[in-house]
């Protein structure tokens, strides 16, 4: 009888053992999901600051060639 107590002992920490280690992946799986979320706004935002920065140079080339015309002119 007491081994048998012992076993159902056992078998019901597996099982909560097992719950809890289902609700650990589960965590972690959300965790991932978050990251992957993160990582796709920040590559968006680095698209982003380049074609801001893109169009920064290409303004000031534009003022550049500009200047160089009024000296021209002048």
Do not use: F, H, P
Request: charged content about 25%; proline content about 0%.
């Amino acid at each position: 009888e007491k081994i048998r107590e012992r076993i159902n002992g056992i078998l019901g920490t597996t099982r909560a053992t097992r719950e809890v280690i289902q609700e650990i992946v589960g965590v972690i799986q959300e965790m991932n999901l978050i990251t992957d979320t993160i990582a796709q706004a920040v590559e968006q935002q680095t698209e982003a600051v380049g074609e801001i920065a893109r169009s920064a140079s290409s303004a000031a080339s534009g003022v550049n060639e500009m200047v160089r015309n009024l000296d021209g002119v002048n």
